[in-house]
């Protein structure tokens, strides 16, 4: 009989590669690698942030959305830096720096909540969020993630074509009338939503990887949009299940294991051009 918490980490595997499997794509096509990892350092700060509310108000479901209300935040900053003149990466490299700031002090300030309680929930602590929980995921966290990320996704798939076309010809976009900055800004909004979703399953560490190497695989693969569409899909996918068995099997973390796959794949690729 397969144990429950393995067919939830199955099901929530399966969101996460459909999430990220549509979004690496348009992270390599648009050059956001950089932006995305910004966004993502600023899940953990949110994350730190939303931990210290919790222990005080004794609501650690405050930390999720404390994440996701922060990294909102960062995004929004960057894209008004741009919009001032700055260019993407400067603006990046601005916010970057201050929420890196921003988490070292909230580590301090965290250790010093936690010593303060006589019990702090390892599922909900710091470590969750670097590594990855995906054996952990409880029907609520995991009921968390399909409403939310099928509403996310819907929302991509209403506008995947037109991100396309802004990540090729935002030139093209305007003159036909299209407002390129709010599609820009929404897409930095849902990478941010969807680390926001999942970081808690497959850790910070991981998503990074996961979140970028997919899509340019696929186009290391391919110059055809659907087949590198269905190639980031695909490979998400077995990426993610083969992770979970290997590490049911084995006892290691599987978000250690996808990313140790997803590098190989690519190197081999990079190693035969």
């Known amino acids: 009989m397969i144990p429950e918490y393995l067919i939830r980490a199955l099901l929530a595997s399966i969101m996460i590669s459909v999430l990220l499997g549509l979004l690496s794509p348009l992270i390599n096509m648009k050059g956001l690698a950089f932006l995305t990892h910004a966004t993502f350092h600023s899940l953990l700060f949110g994350a730190v942030l939303g931990m210290i509310l919790g ?44 929420v890196a700031g921003l ?3 909230s580590f301090g300030i965290l250790y010093k909540v936690m010593a303060e309680k006589p019990y702090f ?10 590594t990855g929980e995906v054996f952990l995921i409880t029907l ?38 299209g407002n390129v900055r709010a599609y820009l800004m929404l897409l930095y909004i849902m990478v941010g939503t969807i680390g926001a979703l999942i970081v808690k399953t497959v ?28 190639v980031s899909l695909f490979l998400t996918l077995i990426v993610e299940l083969l992770s979970i068995v290997v590490a049911y099997l084995t ?23």
């Open 103 to 105: 988490t070292v002090l």
């Open 55 to 98: 222990l005080i108000s004794e609501n650690l479901g405050l930390v999720m959305w404390t994440a996701l209300i922060i990294t909102i935040v960062v995004v929004l900053t960057i894209a008004e830096l741009e919009k001032k003149g700055f260019t993407p990466d400067a603006a990046v490299g601005i916010v970057a720096s201050f």
């Open 203 to 230: 850790g910070l560490i991981t998503l990074q990887v996961i979140a970028v190497l997919p899509g340019a695989i696929a186009m290391m693969v391919s110059v055809d949009i659907r087949k590198i569409i269905a």
């Open 121 to 130: 929930p390892f599922s909900e602590s710091i470590v969750s969020y670097l």
């Open 140 to 177: 609520n966290d995991l009921l968390t993630l399909v409403i939310g990320g099928a509403l996310v996704f819907f929302l991509m798939m209403l506008l995947y074509r037109d991100f396309l076309y802004v990540s090729f010809d935002p030139e093209g976009v305007e003159s036909y009338g």
């Open 251 to 273: 006892d290691i973390p599987p978000s250690g294991i996808a990313t140790i796959m997803l590098g190989a794949i690519y190197g081999v690729l990079i190693f035969r051009r």
